[in-house]
């Protein structure tokens, strides 16, 4: 059993930075893939970033890359998603997800994640 809890959303102003943060208990963070997912008002839930648990590759969505970096804190148990330059179109919940399944790959399918957060409300105003 894992527990996942985001924190770290808010309101900021275009251009702006945020770093969301997921604190995982139940099971350490290392031995597992983890994403990170957002959901806009009226819209589907969408692949963000993810991270492998070997050897801490990465993956993300084009409209994000250069702009967001997934990385993880083995010793607060932890990965986070640094937001940089954000725009309007970046306001969603977020939520963190675990894939105790995946290891020495990500996927961007929410599918494959067996775990997930409550979610972090980040908004960016023009």
């Known amino acids: 059993q894992v527990q996942l809890l985001e924190s770290g959303g808010g309101l900021v102003q275009a251009g702006g930075s945020l770093t969301l943060s997921c604190a995982a208990s139940?099971?350490?963070?290392?031995?597992?893939?983890s994403g990170w997912f957002r959901q806009a008002s009226g819209k589907e839930r969408e692949f963000v970033a993810a991270i492998t648990g070997s050897d801490d590759s990465t993956d993300y969505t084009e409209s994000v890359k250069g702009r967001f970096t997934i990385s993880r804190d083995d010793a607060k148990n932890t990965v986070n998603l640094q937001m940089k330059n954000l725009k309007p179109e970046d306001t969603a919940v977020y939520y963190c997800?675990?894939?105790?399944?995946?290891?020495?790959?990500?996927?961007?399918?929410?599918?494959?994640?067996?775990?997930w957060g409550q979610g972090t409300q980040v908004t960016v105003s023009s």
């Open positions: 997800a675990a894939d105790l399944q995946g290891y020495f790959s990500v996927s961007r399918y929410r599918q494959e994640y067996d775990y």
């Open positions: 139940g099971r350490t963070f290392t031995r597992y893939a």
